[in-house]
């Protein structure tokens, strides 16, 4: 049963840091593209970063212009582990924060229930 | 970057059928992803790759793409479809997954 836990949510002060875990179970990490998606509240839905599945050219990642450059996406296959690495957070990053797998062919088949991040002073 | 446009609500009475658009820049080359979320709750894909159906999903959610526009219709519709709705592709350009703003359905 393939099942996403996201975890590390909390109230930050701006300009820290904060790590988000994504634990999954059912599946191997590695073997898909996986996501973060973010919802500010009362917001729609953002996409937020991309870590691809190991694949004989290698992984690439890819990131939604408003958190290039803060945000880094990584995987740890041995835990089987999907990670947000956060920092520089402003109020604008407070949202819930879901991890998502990516079905072949393209589209989000299972979700987390979402971490909330809320940036605070 | 590729954007998606979604009106921000649909309201349609109970029995009839609820169309959603969700327009973008010759999305009709591009496979269209639908999900549906209710409060408090995590995003569930009803229709990916235009127009298919994932299992557990009613033949009454149904999806089609062409053109500049891309549509879900859920016919037959109950007070249980009330939620919001989001379309959503891949831009292969930049690699980015783009989502549309999302579409508040009401059952008058």
């Known amino acids: 049963q393939v099942q996403l836990v996201e975890s590390g949510g909390g109230v930050v002060q701006p300009g820290r840091s904060l790590r988000l875990p994504c634990a999954a179970s059912?599946?191997?990490?590695?073997?898909?593209?996986m996501h973060w998606v973010r919802q500010a509240p009362g917001k729609g839905l953002e996409w937020v970063a991309t870590i691809s599945y190991v694949g004989i050219n290698g992984i690439s990642e890819y990131y939604a212009d408003s958190v290039e450059g803060r945000f880094n996406i990584s995987r740890d296959s041995s835990k089987n582990r999907l990670y947000l690495q956060m920092s520089s957070l402003t109020v604008d990053d407070t949202a819930v924060y879901y991890c998502?797998?990516?079905?072949?062919?393209?589209?989000?088949?299972?979700w987390g229930q979402g971490t909330l991040v809320t940036v605070s002073s | 970057s590729y954007v998606l446009t979604q009106p921000t609500s649909v309201s349609v009475a109970p029995g009839k059928t609820a169309t959603i658009p969700c327009g973008g820049t010759?999305?009709?080359?591009?496979?269209v992803h639908w999900y549906q979320q209710k409060p408090g709750q995590a995003p569930v894909v009803v229709i990916f790759n235009d127009a298919d159906r994932p299992s557990g999903i009613p033949e009454r959610f149904s999806g089609s793409n062409s053109g500049n526009t891309a549509s879900l219709a859920i016919s037959r519709v109950g007070a249980g479809d009330e939620a919001d709705y989001y379309c959503?592709?891949?831009?292969?350009?930049?690699?980015?997954?783009?989502f549309g703003g999302g579409t508040k359905l009401t059952v008058l």
């Open positions: 059912g599946f191997t990490v590695s073997g898909y593209d």
């Open positions: 010759n999305i009709g080359s591009k496979s």
């Open positions: 959503q592709v891949w831009d292969s350009s930049s690699g980015h997954r783009i």
């Open positions: 998502a797998r990516e079905r072949v062919g393209g589209c989000f088949d299972y």
